[in-house]
């Protein structure tokens, strides 16, 4: 698998899809992943994520060429274990930190892109002193979406229901597993910023269509995940199926 240099150095931390409370208030993020055909173009309006990144104010880097580097190498490993090859970039999300994924692709060779805002970027490193697994954990739960993407696993995880919450919650369930098998290769690493992330993204909009599931119900997600990736297969493949498998009872 190849991987594009922009694809390398761009950020795939994203779907922070929560209300944040650190050193600032910020309103709610209503979602994190878009349609097809609404993805970073020039002037796009979108009624749930507003205004759009021009593509113009996309980048390839954080502005930090070490934490580029080492980022690149986790990306390539997370591709090569999710078996996706999305695009990446930053983008200037200032008092909205924020990020989107997309089935579409911005850069040529690619399949789905993931724009990443360096405000979401910057806010996560200070929240934590954890050498960036919070951060990875992030990056995992958007190579989720890609795969559902990449499989058109989304209708079929919805099914009846009017929010979106099973999507993320499937998400959540593969950023488990690649935590899992983290933790499989390296005992002794502590994950205890992960499973706080996935608690303080969770939300109780049941009646909205971007409710994305409570806290309770990300962190038990992503617990099942951990322990399939943990004990289980290696294999992404039989890891989507039995994320599917745990979301469609919930």
């Known amino acids: 698998m190849t ?9 795939a931390i994203a779907c922070f899809c929560c209300r944040q409370s650190a050193a600032r208030k910020l309103d709610d993020i209503e979602g994190c992943w878009l349609l097809p055909g609404e993805r970073t173009v020039v002037g ?6 507003g205004a759009l990144p021009n ?20 990306l390539v490993r997370m591709a ?3 078996q996706v090859n999305p695009s990446f970039a930053f983008f200037a999300d200032g008092q909205r930190p924020n990020a989107y994924a997309s089935p579409d692709s911005t850069v040529a060779g690619t399949a789905g892109s993931v724009i990443f ?7 996560q490193f200070k ?5 960036g697994l919070s951060v990875v954990a992030i990056i995992a739960h958007e190579f989720g979406h890609i795969c559902q993407f990449n499989l058109g696993l989304q209708k079929e995880l919805r099914g009846s229901e009017k929010t979106v919450r099973r999507i993320e919650l499937h998400a959540d369930y593969m950023s488990g ?20 992330t996935f608690n303080r993204i969770g939300d109780t909009k049941f009646n909205e269509e971007q409710h994305h599931g409570t806290p309770k119900e990300r962190v038990a997600a992503a617990e099942m995940g951990f322990a399939f990736g943990q004990n289980g297969s290696t294999d992404v493949k039989s890891a989507i199926e039995q994320g599917k498998s745990y979301i469609l009872t919930i």
């Open 44 to 49: 796009v309006q979108d009624k749930d994520f």
């Open 55 to 74: 593509s113009d104010d996309l980048t390839d880097s954080s502005g930090d060429p070490e934490l580029d580097k080492a980022l690149g190498k986790a």
């Open 117 to 123: 805002g360096k405000s979401l970027f910057q806010d």
């Open 127 to 131: 929240r934590y002193s954890d050498g």
């Open 177 to 196: 597993w690649y935590l899992g098998l983290l933790k499989r290769n390296n005992p002794s690493v502590s994950l205890w910023a992960c499973g706080d």
């Open 3 to 11: 991987i594009s240099r922009r694809a390398l150095f761009g950020a």
């Open 80 to 82: 090569k274990t999710f």
